[in-house]
């Protein structure tokens, strides 16, 4: 309110001064300086209120109570998955394709060799618990980056290892997306580390999602694609992920 109220008397005050404004601005006390300042105040708050500056809460050591309860799939059972935990995940690839100009395909040593981000953060579920736990990982915008996304691309779509459910029609493997704004929000990353140790398969080894201001199901756990897409449209029944398409929010904001 009184970012807005300064900001219109800063407009009638430039509105009366007329030519003197220019001359006003290199007075420090002058009204024009003052709607300069405002004014500024008001595009960031109007930025921020857009795409949210906040940063989850993040707790310390003595705040992790219990292990990470596993939830979801615990324990992908395709052959490809298995055959690659089986061997400490040595051929593991994440690939990054879609509207990336120089699309990747990385190794597990080339995610842990990128500068790290560790946090203790709570992980709340829709079913109602939730469980602190430290995770380490590469931010997800650096990986982004070295994709170099296009113009065009709005959503990271996440593919994983794990068959989520079984029909008539086949199988559906578990999916998620985010904007690129929660994409390389800072506290976005991509876990290969809990609690100081390698990733569990339970947890989603060898790599998961953190997403830190959002739901557990949020946390794409087993990701071996990420794919940078200008709409949702054409994923599952496209709410843009396994469990939006389902009932909950896209957004599952905590
Ligand atoms: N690939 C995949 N990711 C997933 C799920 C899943 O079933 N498969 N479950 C989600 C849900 S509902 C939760 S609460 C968290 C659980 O993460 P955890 O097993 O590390 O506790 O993973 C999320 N990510
Ligand atoms: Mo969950």
């Known amino acids: 309110m009184t970012d807005r109220r300064q900001f219109l008397l800063g407009g009638a005050a430039l509105a009366l001064s007329g030519c003197k404004v220019l001359d006003g601005a290199t007075d420090p006390d002058s009204r024009l300086r003052a709607l300069f300042a405002s004014h500024e105040g008001l595009t960031r708050a109007a930025q921020r209120a857009l795409i949210g500056d906040s940063l989850a809460p993040e707790f310390s050591e003595a705040d992790i109570r ?60 829709v079913e109602g618990w939730s469980s602190i736990a430290r995770w380490q990982g590469v931010p997800l915008g650096t990986v982004l980056r070295l994709a170099r996304p296009k113009l065009a691309a709005r959503y990271a779509v996440f593919h994983c290892f794990d068959a989520i459910e079984r029909g008539l029609s086949g199988e559906i493997f578990y999916y998620e997306s985010i904007d690129l704004i929660e994409a390389f929000h800072p506290q976005t990353i991509l876990a290969y580390a809990m609690n100081g140790m390698p990733l569990p398969v339970a947890n ?15 946390m794409a756990k087993y990701v071996h694609g990420i794919e940078l897409v200008d709409s949702l449209a054409a994923l599952g029944r496209g709410r843009g992920s396994y469990w939006a398409d389902r009932g909950y929010e896209w957004y599952a904001g905590i």
């Open 66 to 125: 219990q292990g990470q309860r596993p939830n979801g799939s615990t324990d992908p059972s395709g052959a490809a998955y298995r055959r690659m935990a089986a061997s400490g995940f040595a051929d593991y690839r994440l690939t990054v394709t879609g509207l990336v100009e120089a699309p990747q395909s990385l190794s597990l040593a080339a995610l842990t060799a990128l500068p790290s981000r560790t946090q203790i953060t709570r992980h709340d579920c």
């Open 204 to 218: 989603g080894a060898p790599l998961r999602l953190r997403v830190e201001r959002q739901l557990g199901y949020k």
